[in-house]
Antibody, heavy 123, light 106 residues
Framework: QLQLQESGPGLVKPSETLSLTCTVS??????????WGWIRQPPGKGLEWIGS???????YYNPSLGSRVTISADMSNNQFSLMLTSVTAADSAVYYC???????????????WGQGTLVTVSS | SYDLTQPPSVSVSPGQTASITCSGD??????ATWYQQKPGQSPVLVIY???KRPSGIPERFSGSNSGNTATLTISGTQAMDEADYYC?????????FGGGTKVTVL
């Protein structure tokens, strides 16, 4: 059974870089037909997609985050990572990673999701 | 950018049918996905490719998608179905989530 686990600092200072890693077990991130994605959820609010990566390095990002986000894949460790630069309090959220299915032109969904990790941006 | 609109809340009596809508421009031409999220838990996939249920999701959950509206229907709603529900679609190489609907079982 595929499992994903987020890890990284729970507290980041404003203007610094948020870095998180998602470790995948029970399957390989190099499996065809999947992207691997990051989604966040500010406390009490809805879900926001951050971006997704293919094992080969192809990426898709949420345009609203601009150039602040970088997602990369590490096949040797079966992990993928998120970096978000110049963070502010608005970036405080629970960050989830998930396997993203890719079917046809528009079939994209996440399953399963990691348990999520709370990141707070504060000095 | 592409937007998906959901009602903020839906109330339903136990045993009755709950319908949650998700509206977006020509949404019927894209696949719609639905997630269930209970307090303090990660989202769980309940419907993908408009109508398909993952293994382990009860048959009372069903989906449809046509025109500009996708609908998640919960038949014979149970107390355990009380949760937030999010729709999701893919447009212009972007994952888009609806704002979420809180389903209350009264």
């Amino acid at each position: 059974q595929l499992q994903l686990q987020e890890s990284g600092p729970g507290l980041v200072k404003p203007s610094e870089t948020l870095s998180l890693t998602c470790t995948v077990s029970g399957g390989s991130i190099s499996s065809s037909g999947y992207f691997w994605g990051w989604i966040r959820q500010p406390p009490g609010k809805g879900l926001e997609w951050i971006g997704s990566v293919l094992y080969s390095g192809n990426t898709y990002y949420n345009p609203s985050l601009g150039s602040r986000v970088t997602i990369s894949a590490d096949m040797s460790n079966n992990q993928f990572s998120l970096m978000l630069t110049s963070v502010t309090a608005a970036d405080s959220a629970v960050y989830y990673c998930g396997r993203q299915f890719k079917v046809g032109q528009t079939g994209r969904w996440f399953d399963p999701w990691g348990q999520g990790t709370l990141v707070t941006v504060s000095s | 950018s592409y937007d998906l609109t959901q009602p903020p809340s839906v109330s339903v009596s136990p045993g009755q049918t709950a319908s949650i809508t998700c509206s977006g421009d020509k949404l019927g031409s894209k696949y719609a996905t639905w997630y269930q999220q209970k307090p303090g838990q990660s989202p769980v996939l309940v419907i993908y490719q408009d109508t398909k249920r993952p293994s382990g999701i009860p048959e009372r959950f069903s989906g449809s998608n046509s025109g500009n509206t996708a609908t998640l229907t919960i038949s014979g709603t149970q107390a355990m179905d009380e949760a937030d529900y999010y729709c999701q679609a893919w447009d212009s190489n972007t994952v888009v989530f609806g704002g979420g609907t809180k389903v209350t079982v009264l």
